[in-house]
């Protein structure tokens, strides 16, 4: 005796289905590489901006700069504009802009980074009581003078 299988009936909606899946799969694949290398690129041409430049630690950037502000809370407003726009500790001048200097980079934003600086902004006038409509913050010196002696 011989069994004999039926054939499996593929139906075209099935078909269809498995397609679309794949087409998903190899689309998101493709957004995925391209998000990456657009965060690469992102990274490269800010960091570029400053190549030049000698790194210097945060002890000499106080002594240097805010001799008369204690080291911890330099420190404190100099890793608020690092860890929001994403730029090394030790590159960072009191002379930046923060816009200009060190925000996002042209044709390549990133949602929320200014957004991030805008909030330690905010969240330090609380701390020390100023209301924010009134703190003016283009550069680095400015973010600092306007929050290091309300700190002490």
């Known amino acids: 005796m011989q069994l004999r299988v039926a054939p499996r009936r593929v139906r075209p909606i099935q078909i269809v289905i498995e ?17 990456l ?13 400053w190549v030049n430049r000698t790194p210097m630690s945060v002890p000499e950037f106080q002594s240097s700069f805010y001799p008369d ?4 809370i330099v420190k404190d407003l100099l890793l608020d504009i690092s860890s929001s726009l994403d730029i090394p500790l030790e590159y960072i001048r009191p002379s930046d802009r923060i816009i200009e ?8 934003p990133v949602d929320g980074e200014m ?6 902004v905010e969240r330090r006038c609380r701390i020390v009581g100023k209301d924010p409509a009134h703190v003016k913050v283009i550069s680095v ?4 003078r306007a929050f290091a002696h309300a700190l002490r």
């Open 141 to 144: 010196d400015d973010y600092i």
């Open 69 to 72: 502000v204690p080291l911890e």
């Open 101 to 108: 200097d060190l925000g996002p980079v042209a044709g390549l």
């Open 115 to 120: 957004d991030d600086f805008c909030y330690h």
């Open 19 to 35: 397609m679309a899946a794949v087409a998903l799969g190899l689309l998101l694949s493709v957004a995925a590489a391209f998000g």
């Open 37 to 49: 290398w657009m965060e690469r690129e992102r990274i490269v041409r800010k960091r570029s901006r």
